[in-house]
């Protein structure tokens, strides 16, 4: 990984049929899912709670391993890294959690957490690190006058701008953003959502940005990935996400998100099945039991993921869905 | 004809501190009607689980002082009570759902347990009855199996089934006024909405008057008759959700809309959040709390605090209110 630069029609990080399990691979949280996120550009994922969204992450920076399929991190698979090449990968990537206390201690003040990570990859000299982290600071919106305080000295929202400083004070190409913005009030959501608008169109990064919030996916992303029980069910250029989507999944969220239409009423078993993953039968459609379109063959067999292919194909990027109402003869007029 | 069923009059809530008493809460008044929901929204720290804590009377710090010109529950003042009327009133006229399920449930009873628990303090008695009535409150949230449910400890439910399980435990008296303080948060969409909707089918059914807070304007917009718009302990406009999002007045709440994301087919221009952050409550800034980010403060705005001004069902505490 040492001079390795991506070619800018390849993707920065590319998933190919990822798969994850838990309890001796008798719960499968993440089921064959691919994905890429282009240099520079922010992909949504969204999904419900216990979808696979944080294990897709975890398994991005190795913190839990992969029953098959590959991570390609600059076209390099993550999980066949030698420690040498894994650590300079590790740098390349970062996350910012729902709870700034999971990259924040409580015991090291913002100077400490903020050099740590400097420390660890051996960037910069002392005077350099220093220079960084004040800068980085200064970029958050924080003045240096904070360098010595304590977390608990913090609002919540000045805690996720310093968990973000420190997410990005080795400038890395992608940053993960496990529902950053989740547990924020609406304001201190919006200052975020704008410091890392301002963040990518300084420093270029790529965010994976994970929310169950579409608005929010609306306000940032590029592009979208829906996920459902494990898999991947559709994604799209957020233009032609948010406009036209396909899966009858993402066009139930984008009805629940919208303010203008009145609510489904929704069935509560289905959407409350916490372990719904686990009775799926492998010979139908992950979403069969809540679709609203569902017809005799989603009981059996699985719709392959096909691209959905449109008249003015440059105008648009690739939208990959998994549903059989569509197939690989379908071409969209518009 | 609406007939309030909770009314709050002139609520102020202080504690005391080395340098003095702050106020936690600054003359917060309102009322409910039967049937209705009034939504409580403002950024976290800005009073609104106090103004939920002081109706009921319960106060999680020592050296807090509430003071009122009453809070009316049916015609009864609720401050008049004495302890062992008040445990009667709490948990059977008004109840509350917390934020965090987890923390409100026993992780070592099963929740039938705990619900059967508050029945029968609240006069029902005999085990087969209790059962009962717990099964069903268990049913009318939306449990197609309330067995399965009610045999379950805390830890095995998702917190969507945790949060509708608090629901049923606090409705299973059939209270008067329901306190809601953030229930969904933290929950998916269509989890959340699924709790919306129970929450409506129970107001339906017992004419429930409901106070749900939340920061969620979306959730706001969605279920509520009247928007309450706190800031600092102070309420800063009320009217209903269609006047507040289509025409706020308040800089404040104009502010909050305009920090929430937009769906939109086309890419949404950059937000527009609101600068600065919330004072802390030891270290309010004098006259209106809300003029150190506000742009279109004036010099009066410094010094005194504006007073609430109703018209045509609105009202707004501001000396410059959008026009
Ligand atoms: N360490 C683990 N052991 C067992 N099961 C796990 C573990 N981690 C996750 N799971 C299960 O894997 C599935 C996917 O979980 P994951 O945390 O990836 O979901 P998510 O989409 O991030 O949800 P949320 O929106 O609630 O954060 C869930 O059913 C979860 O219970
Ligand atoms: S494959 Fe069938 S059940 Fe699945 S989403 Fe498509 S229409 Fe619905
Ligand atoms: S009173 Fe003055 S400072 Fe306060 S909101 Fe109105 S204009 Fe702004
Ligand atoms: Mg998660």
Known sequence: MTSQRTHPAHPLLELRNLSISFRDRRQIAVDRVSFSVLKGQTLGLVGASGAGKSSVARAILRLVQADGGEILFKGEDIHR???????????????????????????????????????????????????????????????????????HQFSTGQKQRIAIARALVTKPDLV??????????????????????????????????????????????DGVAVMYRGQLLEQAPADTFFSQPAHPYSRLLLSL??????????????????????????????????????????GQSE????????????????????????DETNINET | MNTAVLEVRDLNLSIDSSNGPHQLLDGVSFSINAGETTGLVGESGCGKSMTALAILGVLPATGMTIRSAGIMLNGEDLTALNHAQRRRVLGQDISMVFQQPATALDPVFTLGQQIAATVH????????????TMLESLELVGFSQPEKIAAAYPHELSGGM??????????????????????????????????????????????????????????????????????????LESTD?????????????????????????????????IAGQVPALTDLPPGCHFAPRCDRAIAQCRHTAPEPESDNGRTVACFRPMP
């Open chain 2, 121 to 132: 303090r609240h006069g029902i008695s005999g085990r087969k009855a209790c059962r009962q």
């Open chain 2, 162 to 235: 945790r949060q509708l399980s608090m629901i049923a435990m606090a409705t299973v008296c059939k209270p008067a006024v329901l306190i809601a303080d953030e229930p969904t948060t933290a929950l998916d969409v269509s989890t959340q909405l699924m709790i919306l909707q129970q929450l409506k089918r129970l107001q339906t059914e017992y004419k429930t008057a409901i106070l749900l807070i939340s920061h969620d304007l979306n959730i706001i917009r969605q279920c509520c008759h009247t928007v309450l718009v706190m800031y600092c302990g102070r309420l």
């Open chain 1, 303 to 326: 719709p392959a993921r096909i691209e959905i292919k449109y008249k003015n194909q440059n105008m648009r990027g690739s939208h990959c869905v998994r549903c059989h109402l569509y």
């Open chain 1, 81 to 151: 890294m030698k420690s040498q090449q894994l650590m300079a990968a590790r740098q390349r990537i970062q996350i910012v959690f729902q709870e700034p206390s999971r990259s924040l201690s409580p015991k090291r003040t913002v100077a400490e957490s903020l050099l740590e990570p400097l420390q660890h990859f051996a960037i910069g000299s002392p005077t350099e690190r220093s220079r960084k982290v004040k800068k980085i600071l200064l970029t958050v919106g924080l003045d240096h006058d904070v360098l010595h305080h304590y977390p």
């Open chain 2, 241 to 273: 959700p269609e006047s507040l999002f289509s025409h706020p007045r308040h800089p404040y709440s104009a502010g909050l809309l305009g920090c929430i994301p937009k769906l939109s087919a086309t890419r949404p221009p950059p937000i527009n959040a």
């Open chain 1, 176 to 221: 993960i953003a496990d529902e950053a913005v989740s547990s924020l009030d609406v304001s201190v959501q919006a200052q975020i959502l704008q410091l890392i608008q301002t963040l990518q169109a300084e420093y270029g990064i790529a965010f994976l940005f994970i929310s169950h919030d579409l608005a929010v996916i609306r306000q940032i992303a």
């Open chain 1, 257 to 298: 998100a919208s303010l203008d239409e009145p609510s489904p009423v929704l069935n509560h078993q289905q959407q409350l099945n916490p372990d719904g993953i686990t009775n799926h039968r492998p010979s139908a459609c992950v979403y069969s039991a809540g679709c609203a379109e569902v017809m005799p063959v989603c």
